[in-house]
């Protein structure tokens, strides 16, 4: 079962603009992540954030937690055709990692 | 690239077949998962070994068996393959227990499953 709802379910965004990708779970977890992939292939690991944590950076990617609502955002900012790619959340529970739970992920199309 | 190397890459079978996929992890990791990607059911977690025995499950059909060996790499088996079989699986790999058990997980190619 999916965990996470990612939203919105498609993205589609013009070269240099920014996108914001939302992430809701459901039950209480240690860290959450971020996981980017390209079109029928692996998942690249883009960022992991404490769940004592409220926002944190990456290069052109930020990522807020707001474990109140159980929710979480990815930014994508002055986005690059090679960013096209479907974006996921992922939890594990409080007490590790052993079982990663994904959302339904979020296709982005960044139109040259 | 991760450090995480799955063979074969495309696999086309039968139903009522029996496959085996492969998986390496990064050098170091002792902790192994599989996952089993497919258009209806997204990304789901199969199971986990950490340093040859298994430590967490998921959802994983009783026809579908995995196992780590000694060298760490780990296999895959599906049998008596359904045309739902079809899919991509995920190997991943991490440092494992401890408070590694937090990190980041780092997956392999996949192998696409297509089970005619």
């Known amino acids: 079962s999916q965990q996470g709802e990612e939203d919105p379910q498609a993205l589609s965004i013009q070269e240099g603009e920014n996108a914001t990708m939302n992430c809701s779970y459901k039950t209480s977890i240690n860290n959450l992540q971020w996981y980017r992939q390209n079109s029928g292939r692996g998942l690249v690991h883009l960022i992991l954030?404490?769940?004592?944590?409220r926002e944190k950076h990456s290069g052109r990617l930020r990522v807020t937690l707001d474990t109140s609502k159980k929710s979480s955002s990815l930014l994508i900012t002055a986005s690059r055709a090679a960013d096209t790619a479907s974006y996921f959340c992922?939890?594990?529970?409080?007490?590790?990692?052993?079982?990663?739970?994904f959302g339904t992920g979020t296709r982005l199309t960044i139109i040259p | 690239d991760s450090g995480v190397t799955q063979t074969p890459k495309h696999l086309i079978t039968a139903t009522g077949q029996r496959v085996t996929l492969r998986c390496s992890p990064r050098s170091g990791d002792l902790s192994v998962y599989w996952y089993q990607q497919s258009l209806d059911q997204g990304l789901q977690f199969l199971i986990q070994y950490y340093n040859g025995e298994e430590r967490a499950k998921g959802n994983i059909l009783e026809r579908f068996s995995a196992q780590q060996f000694p060298d760490l790499h780990s296999e895959l088996n599906l049998s008596s393959l359904e045309l739902g079989d079809s899919a991509l699986y995920f190997c991943?790999?991490?440092?494992?227990?401890?408070?590694?058990?937090?990190?980041?997980?780092?997956f392999g190619p996949g192998t696409r499953l297509t089970v005619l």
């Open positions: 991943a790999s991490s440092p494992g227990l401890g408070l590694a058990r937090y990190n980041e997980q780092f």
């Open positions: 992922a939890t594990g529970s409080l007490f590790g990692n052993e079982k990663l739970t």
């Open positions: 954030i404490r769940s004592n944590e």
